[in-house]
């Protein structure tokens, strides 16, 4: 939560949009599963008076404002939009102005990676953190693809 409320801070309009939302519940879920560890458990968060999260500890989801369900059926895919800075695809049911805020902020909202660096260790550890990441994404990228051709060629015909 303390990753998501960092991210969220770092944007004010964020927050601002969110603050008059203080107290309706959120539960954020996945559907689809397919790999072979189990899915994850949903998560239950609440919007605090200041726009920003905290973990909902609250039984069952009797009360939830909005739900929040990320599917993952097609995890390469999936993979290849993260690669690419994207979201996966979100489904999202309940409150229709919260929806539409909680919409705005995923769209906008991203993580400053390479100015969190900067700010801990300086430019030049930034700078080559920085290159560091976009090989990781480029070779994420032909990984992906190569899966793809392997899997195109394996299929049965």
Same mark, same amino acid.
């Given at each position: 939560?303390?990753?998501?409320?960092?991210?969220?801070?770092?944007?004010?309009?964020?927050?601002?949009?969110?603050?008059?939302?203080?107290?309706?519940?959120?539960?954020? #879920?996945? @559907?689809?599963?397919?790999?072979?560890?189990? !899915?994850?458990?949903? /998560?239950?968060? +609440?919007?605090?008076?200041?726009? $920003?999260?905290?973990?909902?500890?609250?039984?069952?989801?009797?009360?939830?404002?909005?739900?929040?369900?990320?599917?993952?059926?097609?995890?390469?895919?999936?993979?290849?939009?993260?690669?690419?800075?994207?979201?996966?695809?979100?489904?999202?049911?309940?409150?229709? #102005?919260? @929806?539409?805020?909680?919409?705005?902020?995923? !769209?906008?909202?991203? /993580?400053?990676? +390479?100015?969190?660096?900067?700010? $801990?260790?300086?430019?030049?550890?930034?700078?080559?953190?920085?290159?560091?990441?976009?090989?990781?994404?480029?070779?994420?990228?032909?990984?992906?693809?190569?899966?793809?051709?392997?899997?195109?060629?394996?299929?049965?015909?």
């Amino acid at each position: 939560m303390l990753a998501i409320n960092h991210v969220l801070a770092a944007h004010p309009l964020a927050c601002e949009r969110l603050k008059p939302h203080a107290g309706k519940r959120i539960t954020i #879920a996945v @559907a689809n599963w397919r790999l072979p560890l189990g !899915a994850p458990d949903p /998560w239950h968060v +609440a919007i605090t008076p200041a726009g $920003l999260l905290e973990r909902d500890d609250r039984a069952g989801a009797s009360g939830v404002d909005l739900t929040l369900t990320a599917d993952a059926g097609q995890p390469w895919k999936t993979l290849d939009r993260w690669v690419a800075g994207e979201l996966p695809p979100v489904d999202i049911q309940g409150d229709a #102005a919260l @929806a539409g805020e909680v919409s705005w902020v995923l !769209a906008n909202v991203r /993580w400053d990676a +390479a100015g969190d660096v900067e700010r $801990l260790f300086g430019p030049i550890v930034a700078d080559v953190a920085q290159r560091v990441g976009s090989a990781a994404v480029t070779a994420g990228q032909a990984l992906i693809q190569g899966a793809r051709t392997l899997g195109d060629r394996l299929r049965p015909r």
